[in-house]
């Protein structure tokens, strides 16, 4: 991975374990992924472990000297609540069963370091026993977010509720943002106290990179230049992926070649439904279910349509690619925050039902400006990309001496 400083000052043997709960979708694996391969490169002392709660963490690679822990999973029910994804267990038994085996791997595996990703006390508490016990034992502890948690009001009615505050105050060295201020102010109206908010960063996108990477055999990628459409993980993508569909089958010269991802958790009928209208468009789009280095699809595209998720944006900023938000409003305004931010900066064009409406034609429009849109490096924003050396160089910055709330 290029651009990430040397930590020269690691010492032998540093340890980090990152949390990864991961309850849907692959945002949070993948963010902890970038993060551990990023500091492994960075010295070739350090070791990360991840422990996640993605069902299908072992489809993707991991460097030498990054490995991961999966956990049983969990699924959300349309209610709200929550239930085993496969083990005959309730769901306190379930969380006490997945917070032991994260107290396990803290316990054996000794991290120097512990990042948790965006939950403070991780799924409903389960990092309880865990953050007290690395707090004991002196690791320095982080928590992680991305640049965009959620609207204002809804995010302060969520963190009261779970008391997230709360452990921050009473666990956190230091708050690491995933991004930049102009794009959004996550933490703002939340009451954290000044001391924290002193030690929270900015420490720009986590850029990607592609280079070096070996041709996968029998990847069967369009050999005319593409524009790629990905959904992320899928489970909410069947809107853009239909959004793009009527634009082609509605304007027969439209190019170049769809190269569509359709993600992991997209559900079979709607893949199947998909797959026979692509079927019908006679090569001019195809799919793929899933791909485990998207950056690679992304790099060799000529543009790409996407949701907006936190990875996607940061590889559409690291390729420099030409980019069509299409975000989500529903559970979350994340996205739709996110692109009408980056879109106000110029690094995207967002195209959104609310505001523009969903006929074909709108996308078949944004689809054609592609090839004249202008790329984000047109764009000078600085740390616009510099997540990674800036946690490459938060490892060997002195940590805040911790004193919990009160003290």
């Known amino acids: 991975m290029t651009g990430v400083m040397p930590a020269s000052g690691c010492s032998r043997d540093r340890r980090t374990l990152l949390y990864s709960h991961d309850t849907f979708g692959l945002g949070h694996l993948r963010r902890s992924r970038t993060i551990a391969t990023a500091l492994v490169e960075a010295d070739p002392d350090c070791s990360a472990l991840i422990v996640t709660g993605s069902p299908i963490a072992g489809r993707f690679d991991f460097p030498q000297r990054v490995d991961h822990v999966r956990l049983p999973g969990v699924v959300k029910l349309a209610d709200g609540s929550y239930t085993s994804s496969s083990l005959r267990m309730d769901i306190d038994q379930m969380v006490a069963l997945r917070g032991a085996i994260i107290a396990t791997a803290e316990r054996e595996f ?76 996550p933490l703002t109206g939340l009451g954290l106290s000044a001391r924290m908010e002193s030690r929270v960063i900015y420490t720009g996108y986590l850029r990607r990179d592609a280079a070096g990477w070996p041709a996968e055999p029998g990847s069967d990628l369009p050999d005319e230049p593409y524009i790629l459409a990905t959904t992320g993980g899928g489970g909410d993508g069947a809107a853009l992926v239909d959004w793009v569909l009527r634009a082609y089958e509605a304007d027969p010269a439209l190019s170049p070649h769809a190269l569509i991802v359709y993600g992991p958790f997209m559900n079979a009928p709607d893949r199947q439904k998909f797959d026979a209208r692509v079927a019908a468009l006679g090569g001019r789009v195809s799919a793929l279910g899933f791909h485990p280095r998207l950056e690679r699809l992304l790099e060799e595209a000529t543009g790409v349509v996407a949701m907006g998720g936190y990875n996607t944006f940061c590889e559409i900023l690291s390729m420099d690619k030409p980019a069509i938000i299409a975000p989500r409003t529903q559970p979350r305004r994340e996205q739709i925050i996110r692109a009408a931010a980056a879109e106000d900066l110029g690094l995207v064009r967002m195209l959104s039902p609310e505001r523009d409406g969903n006929s074909a034609g709108a996308m078949v429009a944004a689809i054609r400006a592609l090839a004249s849109q202008s790329r984000p490096s047109e764009v000078s924003i600085p740390g616009l990309l510099s997540g990674l050396e800036t946690i490459a160089e938060r490892l060997n910055a002195a940590p805040p001496v911790f004193a919990a709330a009160g003290e």
């Open 110 to 185: 000794r991290p120097d370091l512990l990042i948790v990703d965006k939950e403070p006390w991780g799924f409903r508490h389960e990092l309880a026993e865990t953050l007290t016990a690395a707090r004991d034992r002196g690791a320095r502890i982080v928590l992680g977010i991305r640049d965009v948690l959620d609207d204002e009001d809804a995010l302060v009615r969520e963190w009261e509720r779970k008391g997230a505050v709360e452990a921050i105050e009473e666990f956190y060295d230091e708050i690491w943002i995933y991004g930049i201020p102009q794009i959004c102010r």
